[in-house]
């Protein structure tokens, strides 16, 4: 019997920690659609995130709005937002590369959020989709972003790595958010570790990357 109720737990605990994850996502969205039906969308708008070295803000500012008056004559309609997989997280922490630096939201996002016109005729029923992420504890929509003389990898070269368990790994740095570190293998394969997983030389190698990067 000692056995089996742990198991039971377990198994109690698992189910639920998705249905909170799912009643969040929606409670998310019932606030998003209020706001976005709220007078002249004010507080939809207050949500867009834009860094300090983003250039144009106000004309960024003036072009969504103008985005929203060509697709939402008819008004608001269905609002959606759904987490990401795991493979769109790791997308979105990598970013891309550009001339001389990367291109990548502040954040990084942990959902998308996608609105759609009332009227399906309106224009071609096409909605626009954006990203969700928290920036100081706050909910706010954020844009792939250009760093100047950032690079896709805080170590470009592939190094090896080891765990205070003594395995190692080879793999690229990529970055390190909320004390988790991003790989990329040799292949390209996305591997996330906790900073404190790995041997106390290798966790003051990671600090020493980030910080110079900053």
Aim: proline share 6%; glycine share 6%; with cysteine.
């Amino acid at each position: 019997m000692k056995t089996i109720l742990p198991l039971l737990f377990l198994a109690l605990t698992i189910p639920c920690q998705g249905a909170d994850e799912r009643q969040r996502l929606t409670d998310l969205e019932e606030a998003i659609t209020a706001k976005l039906h709220s007078e002249g969308r004010k507080e939809f708008f207050e949500m867009f995130y834009f860094s300090s070295s983003l250039k144009h803000q106000e004309a960024i500012h003036q072009e969504i709005h103008e985005l929203f008056a060509r697709h939402f004559k008819s008004g608001i309609g269905k609002v959606t937002v759904r987490p990401l997989t795991d493979e769109d997280f790791h997308e979105e922490v990598m970013g891309s590369t550009m001339e001389n630096g990367v291109f990548r939201a502040p954040g990084p996002p942990f959902a998308y959020l996608a609105v759609y016109p009332a009227d399906k005729k309106d224009p071609d029923y096409m909605g626009l989709n954006f990203r969700l992420a928290k920036i100081d504890g706050t909910t706010r929509i954020v844009f792939p972003q250009y760093e100047e003389g950032v690079h896709l990898f805080l170590d470009p070269i592939i190094t090896t790595w080891e765990r205070i368990q003594g395995d190692s790994f080879e793999a690229r740095l990529v970055r390190v958010i909320d004390g988790k570190v991003y790989f990329r293998s040799p292949s390209g394969d996305p591997l996330v570790v906790e900073l404190t997983a790995l041997s106390s030389k290798d966790q003051e190698r990671v600090k020493e990357l980030d910080s110079k990067a900053k």
